[in-house]
């Protein structure tokens, strides 16, 4: 006779986060079965939910025969499509983000406490549940068609990653590209998927003429540290070949390792450059791990599921980089952090890229003075 199931979710109305401690609620996470090629360990609330849910094995059911969590793609029909930004430390003033949400489900990611503003959690709903903008090359045509728009370049990526594995069959970031393409608009992708050599042959025409470049995102160059900090992201090797493909046609191909993680990737800064530079990268640039909001828990939940005789360790490093906080968001500061242990971290990757002939300046700006603003229907044409 089977035993009474029960359902191992549970909701509670409280202004805040129950008390309990990290162990007790990594110990009674998802089952791995049930979050299987996921990066986050568990799926708590966003911080503007007024009701909390945490799942728990209430010793009735069977956490392992949960079915897994899969991912569901929504159309969100947008209003505009670039994104402008003011901040200092930032080389790009406007962005686009072709999807909400990613599917990489890098356990680091800056950008999982944006889905608490759709009523959604930071943890698993922001790599399970994404959102799709159709409309996205339509909106960007009428953007850029508009009397007195100064073109500047626009980044994609910055948010989440524009060639997730869903762009596969969306082909929004293709569609953007296409209407840039044909306007000679200047871009930058920003992308951890092998997916952007596809669209060579849109961006090496565009790059001779001084309009594309692309930064690829390599975090280690070990497979299965890879898939415990990225596991839907493409593996290491592709991502160097992509590397190897771009530079080839022409294209000004960047690396970025971000973030560096204290006591978890950090040992890799010298054979990672060394490898990128063989693969034809003409730059490099480095991210100290960030942990803004809800990031800071469910890091530390990714640390204690993967590392638990890390953790301690992990997390004082962190810290002595940003003056004994999880995170400090001043600007020129964010990205690299203060104190002994960031500044060897510095110094090792400057002395790493100049042993490889590696730049850390930028490649210079992109062209503007080629583009043409689209016509629209019933749009009267320029004399000049």
Not at 21 to 39: D, I, P
Not at 115 to 126: E, K, Q, R, V
Not at 167 to 175: A, L, S
Not at 243 to 258: D, K, N
Request: proline share 8%; hydrophobic share 35%; aromatic share 8%.
């Amino acid at each position: 006779m089977k035993r009474p199931r029960c359902s191992i979710f549970v909701l509670m109305k409280i202004p805040r986060r129950p008390d309990t401690s990290l162990e007790s609620r990594v110990t009674s996470a998802l089952a791995e079965a049930h979050r299987h090629g996921r990066g986050a360990v568990t799926n708590l609330s966003g911080r503007y939910e007024r009701q909390l849910r945490e799942t728990f094995d209430d010793g009735w059911g069977e956490p392992d025969e949960l079915p897994p969590f899969r991912t569901e793609t929504t159309f969100e029909r947008a209003v505009t499509i670039i994104t402008k930004n003011e901040s200092p430390d930032i080389p790009f003033d406007r962005s686009i983000n072709p999807y909400r949400g990613c599917e990489h489900g890098c356990t680091y990611c800056y950008a999982r406490p944006s889905h608490a503003y759709l009523g959604l959690s930071p943890g698993l709903d922001f790599e399970s549940r994404l959102f799709a903008k159709p409309n996205a090359a339509e909106l960007l045509t009428r953007e850029i068609a508009k009397p007195g728009y100064q073109p500047r370049e626009i980044a994609l990526g910055s948010n989440t990653d524009p060639y997730q594995p869903i762009e596969r069959r969306y082909r929004i970031t293709r569609q953007i590209l296409e209407v840039l393409y044909a306007h000679d608009h200047p871009v930058t992708i920003i992308t951890k998927g092998a997916l952007v050599t596809r669209d060579i042959d849109l961006l090496a025409p565009m790059a001779e003429k001084g309009l594309a470049r692309v930064a690829l995102s390599i975090t280690t160059l070990d497979p299965a540290l890879a898939r415990k900090m990225e596991p839907r992201a493409t593996i290491p090797a592709r991502r160097l070949d992509a590397v190897r493909q771009l530079s080839e046609a022409g294209i000004p191909t960047a690396v970025l390792m971000s973030p560096i993680i204290p006591a978890i990737n950090d040992h890799e800064i010298e054979a990672l450059l060394e490898a990128v530079a063989q693969a034809g990268a003409k730059e490099a640039h480095s991210i100290l791990l960030r942990l803004p909001l809800e990031l800071r828990d469910l890091f530390r939940e990714w640390l204690l599921t993967h590392f638990p005789g890390k953790m301690r360790h992990v997390m004082s490093l962190v810290q002595s980089t940003r003056g004994g906080a999880d995170y400090r968001a001043e600007f020129h500061e964010r990205f690299r952090g203060t104190g002994p242990y960031a500044e060897m971290i510095q110094k090792r990757f400057r002395l790493a890229l100049e042993r490889n002939g590696l730049s850390k300046r930028g490649m210079g700006r992109l062209r503007t003075d080629l583009f043409r603003p689209p016509v629209l229907p019933g749009q009267q044409l320029s004399l000049f």
